[in-house]
């Protein structure tokens, strides 16, 4: 079983930085895919980022150039830096993993593994 817990969430004005972490438990965090999602209220929950288990990366278009998903395989966490955060982008964030290893899954709601979700506060 692999469990995910998200921290970093946190309140900041807009064109501020903030970091999010994802520790994983169970499994090492290089063994399989992983992605950043967030869910603002009233909307469907939508996909961020996601590195598979050989570290490409793919984004959304609403972040790229702004965020960067990474991992650190000695602390099995996964991270998401955003950088020159907007309004827009306040929601509740979680991480996800799969075991499918590749990027098939990308940013497609479709992972196996979900953490609780932190929050992040983008206020102008």
């Known amino acids: 079983q692999l469990q995910l817990v998200e921290s970093g969430g946190g309140s900041v004005q807009s064109g501020g930085s903030l970091r999010l972490s994802c520790a994983a438990y169970?499994?090492?965090?290089?063994?399989?895919?992983m992605g950043w999602f967030r869910q603002a209220p009233g909307k469907e929950r939508e996909g961020v980022a996601a590195?598979?288990?050989?570290?490409?990366?793919t984004y959304a278009d609403s972040v790229t150039g702004r965020f960067t998903i990474s991992q650190d395989n000695a602390k099995n966490t996964l991270y998401l830096q955003m950088n020159s955060l907007k309004p827009e982008d306040t929601a509740l964030y979680y991480c996800?993993?799969?075991?499918?290893?590749?990027?098939?899954?990308?940013?497609?709601?479709?992972?196996?593994?979900w953490g609780q979700g932190t929050q992040v506060t983008v206020s102008s």
């Open positions: 996800a993993g799969d075991f499918r290893r590749g990027l098939q899954l990308g940013l497609r709601d479709a992972y196996t593994y």
């Open positions: 169970g499994y090492p965090v290089n063994s399989f895919a």
């Open positions: 590195i598979d288990a050989w570290g490409r990366t």
